[in-house]
């Protein structure tokens, strides 16, 4: 179990826009506009992966891109789901060897360059597209204030 | 558009006069149903162990070594601008438009490589192609920007713009049992597109390689998704426009998802550093399909088959009413270098 710090200085809980502004996580920057995507054209963000989220009940996808102390770039997706049921669904299908359970919201997992969790109806997934030393603690802190926003 | 009839005489022309063992094994396919023993189709994977060096990006100039390894050993010449006419019909080669079609759709951890797409571009120039005559392609400008392509849509140098820029046609044509909108690229600007794809699982097909990498030329893919995209990837292949123009696959194997695919799971990368080759576009992705399974298998993950999703669409693209390609092993003639 990866034990995660408390939330990061200025990240405020129950705000409306899940995907936290520039400066609210130490070293993180946000990076791109925030995308929406309905139900019916998640198709065009993530293929035909959109069909199990479809099954699983997503309303709506919100994404966007990240940067990290310019060492790192990831992206964050928040899949807003029908309820609670439909999060979990997803999260234990993409389950896999090497995950290392976290203490994120209801439940969640991470690897070297991922964090995924759920909390409540909504499934947050976040990836790097480097592998530092740093890359997965600095990954937990952005996903601990994601979900502080939840 | 140009007839099936005026597609082959103008390949047969370009074949003769040069003389690519590949361009004769699938002329010799693409005789049809006639055929009483149709040749082998021919399939090249070229592999670079040393590609990536100590970074996460491939090493540009063995990238381009990469690709004329596999382009001589898939035609059997030596020197590239040789080795490149005899796949490119010289009618092309002399003043029509070629696409490349990459594909980014997965995010920019798992998209056609810059590397590739530029060294494909660089040999086409040096056989003869006019910059400006060449455009790099994909659905929109967010799956270009992760192959790591800017929009470009001047004069100078390739082109390279996406299907948010140019549109679809207004008429929907007959896609099996659906109807679609095509891309423009495809059926107004390309004479010939060659098919740069990146080897993926896939969570529907299975697989998504060369064959599947033609949904990024439809307005609503999702149309082509019902019962694994069996058989929406071969329907797609078969309309044609595409069946005509998309006559060259040069797969990205430089890295590759094994599981989890088609977005990206970096805990599912893996690096075949290798291209994956041909004109038979059902062979190439039966070839892609079995080197998939053997990473599979060694990751201890299990078949495809036994995961539900084994990619069927490959033999429906092969069957009798589709006659895009073999996917039996006895008729692919599988060259690794």
């Known amino acids: 179990m990866i034990a995660v710090l408390a939330a990061s200085p200025g990240c405020k809980k129950k705000a409306v826009e899940p995907l936290p502004p520039s400066g609210a996580v130490a070293g993180w920057e946000k990076s791109s506009d925030t995308r929406v995507y309905a139900a019916k054209d998640l198709w065009q963000y993530i293929d035909g992966d959109a069909e199990q989220y479809l099954a699983a009940g997503v309303v709506s996808t919100s994404t966007s891109d990240y940067k990290y102390r310019n060492q790192l770039e990831a992206v964050v997706d928040v899949y807003t789901m029908g309820d609670s049921a439909g999060a979990r669904k997803i999260l234990e299908s993409g389950a896999s060897n090497g995950a290392k359970k976290v203490q994120i919201g209801d439940a969640g997992v991470a690897y070297e360059q991922s964090v995924t969790f759920r909390k409540g109806p909504y499934l947050v997934r976040i990836v790097a597209y480097e592998a530092t030393p740093g890359t997965q603690q600095a990954l937990l802190n952005l996903a601990q204030c994601v979900e502080a926003r939840l | 558009m140009k007839s099936r009839r005026e597609f082959l005489k103008e390949a047969a022309a370009g074949a003769m006069l040069l003389g690519s063992p590949g361009a004769r094994e699938k002329l010799a396919f693409a005789g049809g149903p006639e055929q009483h023993t149709p040749a082998k189709s021919k399939v090249v994977i070229a592999r670079d162990a040393s590609l990536h060096g100590a970074g996460t990006q491939p090493d540009e100039q063995r990238v381009l070594n990469l690709l004329d390894k596999a382009m001589t050993a898939y035609t059997g010449r030596e020197k590239q601008v040789e080795a490149w006419k005899s796949v490119i019909p010289a009618s092309v080669l002399a003043g029509k438009t070629i696409g490349l ?20 571009a660089e040999r086409l120039q040096q056989a003869g192609m006019r910059a400006a005559n060449i455009v790099v392609w994909e659905r929109d400008a967010r799956s270009l920007n992760a192959c790591g392509m800017a929009a470009n849509a001047g004069s100078n140098g390739p082109r390279c713009y996406g299907n948010d820029v140019s549109g679809y046609e207004d008429e929907q044509v007959q896609c099996g049992a659906t109807r679609i909108r095509l891309a423009k690229i495809l059926t107004r600007e390309c004479a010939m597109v060659i098919n740069l ?102 990751a201890g993950v299990p078949s495809l088959e036994a995961a539900g999703r084994r990619p069927d669409y490959i033999a429906t693209a092969a069957d009798a009413a589709h006659r895009l390609g073999t996917c039996d092993p006895a008729r692919i003639r599988l060259v690794e270098v």
Not at chain 2, 110 to 116: D, G, K, N, R, V
Not at chain 2, 266 to 277: G, Q, T
């Open chain 2, 197 to 298: 794809p990146v080897l993926k699982d896939h969570s529907l097909s299975g697989i998504t390689f060369s064959m599947k990498n033609m949904y990024g030329a439809v307005d609503r893919a999702y149309l082509l998704h019902e019962n694994n995209c069996n058989p929406g990837i071969a329907d797609l292949n078969a309309i044609p426009a595409v069946r005509d123009k998309v006559r060259f696959t040069i797969g990205d194997a430089i890295s590759s998802l094994y599981e989890g695919g088609p977005d990206f799971r970096p805990e599912r990368l893996w690096y075949p550093n290798a291209l994956v080759i041909g004109e038979d576009c059902v062979a190439v992705d039966y070839t892609a399909w079995q080197m998939i399974e053997r990473k599979r298998a060694e």
């Open chain 2, 101 to 120: 079609k990459i594909n980014g759709l997965g995010g920019r951890g798992i998209s056609t490589h810059t590397a590739l797409t530029l060294a494909v």
